[in-house]
C-alpha cells in the first residue's frame, strides 16, 4: 500500500469471495452504450481506465434479466449465451488492471418505456407513457428465472459479480414497498409477503452462480415517496437477504418519482448518510454510501466515523478517470471533481445522447479527442480566462506548446465564478481549482488584469491566438433601461448591488433562476445537510416511514417575480433532470410568475408591462434585475486579424445564445486537438 494521506479510504476489504485493495466503488450508470455489443470495445476502454485509475470494484449500467425488464425497447439484457460471450471482453479489461467488476441486474418493472412492462401492480408510474400490467404468481416465477439466469450468464461472461438493483423505484422495489404494492396474494399484503419477490430472487441466483461470484444487493434505504418502507422492515429485508447470501449492501435513496433531490448539485456531500450509518450499525457485512460524495477527504470521514465500509460514486469516475489514484497520492488539488450538474450525463441519457461529462469532455469521447502532443508546438495565447480559456490553455500546455493566458479581471473564472455564488452550486469552484492547479503544474503564464493588444502579442512572438473572451449581458432596448432601479445579473451576484424589497427579475432563462435562487437564499438560506433535509421534508434516519417528513420550506422575505415575454412554462431551457427541483424551489420560495407579457418602461412606479390581453399593468418593484440573455464578446477579433493573428473563437465568444460551459469546456479541447494535429 502507498503512504496515503486517506489511510481508511486506501485499506483493503474481505467482501467474502475475494478481498479489494480499497473501498472505492464506481456505481452504476447508464451510458447509453450498453445497448449494442458494437460499443463493448469501448465501454471496456472506459472501465479499463477507470480500473487503472483506482476505482477497486466497478457496476456496469443496468442490464435486465428478462424481455418485460429492458428500460426501452432494444434496452440493455443479458438474456442468452450469445450476449454472454458479447460481454466478454468488459470484464477482460478490468481484470488487465487489476480490477473487479460487477454486472448491474436492473430491471425496471414499470418504469421501462415501451408497452410490455410489468409490475406487482397496474397503477401507471408518473414517468412512463405506458401502463403496466400486474403479474401472476406464475408470471412473477418466471420473472425470477429470468434473474437466475441472467448471474448465471454474467458469471460465464467473466463478471466478478452483480449488483441486484433492489431500489430507485425499480421492479424489485415495486414489490418491496406498501407505497406501491397492492396485492393481496403471497406477492402481497404483509412485509413478508412484499419481500418474497426480493428473497426468491437471490435464492434463485444463489442456485445459479458459484460460490466466489459476489451478490451485491441495491437496498432502498429511503423510498421517499409517501407510504414508503418503514425502517423496521428495511432492516428485516437487510438481515433475510445477508442470510440468503448477500455479502454487500449498497444504499439506494429514493425513487425517480420522488419530488425531492437526491443527486443535483444542490443536495449536501452523502446528504442521506444517516440511514446508511444506522443500517451498517445492525448487520455483519460490508455496506456502502452514496450520494453526492465527490471528493477524497469526505470519503474517508465516512468510513473512519463508521457510517460506511465501502465508497459508491458514480458521476464523480466520469469527471475524473484517475480520481482514486489522484486521492492516493494526496492530490486532492488535481482531481477534476464531478459539480452534480447532470448535463452531460443523466440529461444526455433522456434525450438519447452519448453520455459523456461537462467538466471532462474526454469522458466516453476518447477515442475522438486524440490527447497526442503537438506535432510542432507553438507559443498561443489564449484570451479569456473563464472556462473555455481555462480549458484550452491546459489542453494546449498538456500537448507541449507554450501557453500565455490573458484575462482582463483579477480573477480567473468568468461566469462559473458567478454560478459559484448561487446557492446549491458551490460545487462548481472546484472546476476552477482544479484548472487553477493544472495551469501551475503545466506552467502557463498567466497575465491577470491585462487587456491584451495585437501589437504586444506580436512583440511577443504569438501568432496563434484563442479568443475566449466570453459574453456581456444582453441590455434590452426599452424606455427607463438606464433608471437607477436597474441592474445586471452580474452586479447582483458580485454583490455590487444590493437585493431590494421587491425585484422583477427580467427573463426566465438558466440565470433568471439561478438569480431567484440567490435572492431566495439570501433571505432564508439553506446551509449545510440538517436545513437542507429540514427544508426538503426528508427524515434521513428512516424513523418516518419511507424517509419523508413535513417540510419547512425556505420563504422568501422580499417580493420576487420573474417575467418572461414567451408564453412557455418558466425555465423550459433547464435541464430535464433538474429543472422540475429549481421550479419546485421556486414554489416553495414563494417567487411569482409573469408569462407573455410585453414590457412597456421602467419608472420610479416600477416595471410597466403588458399581459397577453394587451392591457396595462405596473409591477411596483424597487429593483429590476436584468437576466435578459448575452451577447458574444468579441471586440478585439478585428484588431486581432487585421494584425495578421490567426484567431480561433470559442466558448460565449463563439456563440452566446447557448452560452454553454459543456460546448465551452470542449472547445478548448478540441481547439488544442486542432492545433496539435
Ligand atoms: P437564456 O436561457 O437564453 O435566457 C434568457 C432569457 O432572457 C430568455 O428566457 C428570454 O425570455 C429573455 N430575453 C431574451 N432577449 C430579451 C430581451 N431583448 N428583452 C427581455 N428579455 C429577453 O439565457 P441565460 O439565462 O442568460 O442563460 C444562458 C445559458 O446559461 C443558458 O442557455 C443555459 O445553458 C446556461 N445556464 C443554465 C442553467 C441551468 O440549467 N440551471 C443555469 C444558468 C445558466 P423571453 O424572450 O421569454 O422574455
Ligand atoms: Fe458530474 Fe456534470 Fe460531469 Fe455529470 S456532467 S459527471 S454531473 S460534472
Request: glycine share 10%; proline share 5%.
Amino acid at each position: 500500500m502507498t503512504d496515503t494521506a486517506f489511510k481508511t479510504l486506501f485499506s483493503p476489504l474481505d467482501l467474502g469471495p475475494f478481498s479489494v485493495p480499497n473501498r472505492l466503488i464506481m456505481g452504476s450508470m447508464h451510458t447509453g452504450l450498453e445497448e449494442s455489443p458494437k460499443h463493448f470495445d469501448r465501454l471496456a476502454g472506459f472501465f479499463r481506465q477507470r480500473a487503472k485509475g483506482g476505482a477497486a470494484l466497478i457496476i456496469t449500467g443496468g442490464v435486465s434479466p428478462t424481455e418485460a425488464g429492458r428500460a426501452m425497447p432494444g434496452g440493455a439484457a443479458m438474456l442468452t449465451e450469445a450476449d454472454a460471450e458479447t460481454h466478454r471482453v468488459i470484464p477482460q479489461a478490468v481484470h488487465a488492471e487489476g480490477g473487479r467488476i460487477c454486472l448491474q441486474l436492473l430491471h425496471t418493472g414499470r418504469y421501462g418505456f415501451h408497452p410490455q412492462i410489468v409490475s406487482s401492480t397496474a397503477a401507471q408510474a408518473p414517468i412512463s407513457p405506458f401502463p403496466p400490467k400486474a403479474l401472476s404468481g406464475d408470471e412473477i416465477k418466471t420473472e425470477i428465472e429470468g434473474f437466475a439466469r441472467a448471474a448465471q450468464l454474467a458469471e460465464k461472461a467473466g463478471y466478478d459479480g452483480i449488483e441486484i438493483m433492489g431500489s430507485e423505484g425499480y421492479f424489485i422495489n415495486q414489490f418491496t414497498s406498501p407505497a406501491l404494492n397492492d396485492r393481496d396474494d403471497e406477492w402481497g399484503g404483509s412485509a413478508e409477503n412484499r419481500q418474497r419477490l426480493a428473497i426468491e430472487i437471490v435464492r434463485a441466483i444463489k442456485v445459479a452462480v458459484s460460490e466466489k461470484f459476489l451478490l451485491i444487493f441495491r437496498l432502498s434505504l429511503l423510498d421517499l415517496v409517501p407510504g414508503g418502507t418503514p425502517w423496521a422492515e428495511v432492516e428485516d429485508l437487510a438481515h433475510r437477504l445477508i442470510d440468503e447470501g448477500v455479502h454487500v449492501l449498497n444504499s439506494g435513496i429514493g425513487w425517480h418519482e420522488s419530488r425531492v433531490p437526491t443527486i443535483a448539485s444542490m443536495v449536501p456531500p452523502a446528504a442521506f448518510r444517516e440511514a446508511t450509518a444506522r443500517l451498517r450499525s445492525t448487520v455483519n457485512v460490508p455496506v456502502a454510501v452514496t450520494n453526492r460524495i465527490n471528493m477524497p477527504e469526505q470519503a474517508e470521514q465516512l468510513l473512519q466515523d463508521g457510517t460506511a465500509d465501502l465508497i459508491t460514486m458514480a458521476r464523480p469516475w466520469l469527471a475524473d478517470a484517475d480520481w482514486g489514484q489522484k486521492a492516493e497520492q494526496a492530490q486532492s488539488d488535481s482531481i477534476n471533481t464531478c459539480i452534480g450538474c447532470n448535463q452531460a450525463c443523466l440529461d444526455h441519457i433522456f434525450v438519447g445522447k452519448p453520455v459523456t461529462c461537462l467538466v471532462n469532455p474526454y469522458a466516453l469521447q476518447e477515442d475522438r479527442l486524440s490527447r497526442a502532443a503537438a506535432q510542432a508546438p507553438r507559443k498561443v495565447a489564449v484570451i479569456g480566462g473563464g472556462v473555455a480559456g481555462l480549458s484550452a490553455a491546459v489542453e494546449l500546455a498538456e500537448r507541449g506548446h507554450s501557453v500565455h493566458l490573458y484575462e482582463q479581471s483579477d480573477r480567473l473564472g468568468g461566469q462559473f465564478l458567478l454560478a459559484a455564488r448561487v446557492p446549491g452550486k458551490e460545487d462548481y469552484s472546484h472546476t476552477l481549482r482544479y484548472y487553477e492547479q493544472r495551469l501551475g503544474a503545466l506552467g502557463v503564464t498567466v497575465h491577470l488584469g491585462t487587456t491584451v493588444t495585437a501589437s504586444q502579442l506580436s512583440d511577443e512572438g504569438i501568432a496563434e491566438v484563442v479568443l475566449a473572451t466570453g459574453v456581456r449581458p444582453r441590455v434590452p432596448e426599452l424606455p427607463g433601461i438606464d433608471h437607477p432601479m436597474v441592474v445586471r445579473y452580474d452586479e447582483l451576484l458580485r454583490g455590487e448591488a444590493t437585493p431590494a424589497d421587491r425585484i422583477a427579475v427580467m427573463g426566465a432563462g438558466g440565470i433568471g433562476f439561478d438569480v431567484c435562487e440567490y435572492l431566495l437564499h439570501a433571505d432564508a438560506p439553506v446551509s449545510g445537510t440538517d436545513d437542507f433535509l429540514d427544508h426538503w421534508g426528508i427524515d434521513a434516519s428512516g424513523d418516518s416511514a419511507g424517509g419523508l417528513t413535513q417540510s419547512h420550506p425556505r420563504h422568501a422575505r422580499r417580493d420576487i417575480t420573474l417575467c418572461q415575454r414567451s408564453d412557455s412554462k418558466p425555465g423550459k431551457s433547464l435541464g430535464k433532470t433538474t429543472g422540475w427541483i429549481h421550479r419546485l424551489q421556486l414554489r416553495m420560495g414563494g417567487v411569482n410568475h409573469l408569462t407573455g407579457i410585453q414590457y412597456e418602461r421602467i419608472d420610479d412606479a416600477g416595471l410597466w408591462y403588458r399581459d397577453p390581453a394587451g392591457e396595462l399593468h405596473t409591477l411596483a418593484v424597487d429593483q429590476v434585475v436584468l437576466c435578459a440573455g448575452q451577447l458574444s464578446e468579441t471586440t478585439l477579433r478585428d484588431s486581432l486579424t487585421d494584425a495578421g493573428l490567426t484567431v480561433h473563437t470559442i466558448g460565449g465568444a463563439d456563440k452566446a445564445a447557448e452560452l454553454d460551459a459543456k460546448r465551452a469546456i470542449r472547445q478548448g479541447v478540441e481547439v488544442a486537438v486542432a492545433l496539435s494535429a
